[in-house]
């Protein structure tokens, strides 16, 4: 994956990452009403956050490889 592809990668990521913490809260705001969505909820958002961090990761690790080339 090229550099570029991982930048709108993460880009992505963290726009889902974004969404998936305020439908969080959202969901918080509103308890007790809805409470049993929290598990799904909770594992969207856990899910999206550990893909952000890992494409992080990734284009971190690109661009230092990028540097010394």
Known sequence: M????????????SLRATDAKMNLHDLAE???V???KI???AETTYQVYAELTAARKEL??????A???
């Open 67 to 69: 540097a010394e080339a």
């Open 34 to 36: 809805d409470y049993e």
């Open 60 to 65: 971190k690790a690109a661009r230092k490889a």
């Open 2 to 13: 090229s550099l570029e592809e991982l930048e709108a990668r993460v880009k992505k990521l």
């Open 30 to 32: 509103e308890l007790p």
């Open 39 to 41: 598990p799904e909820v």
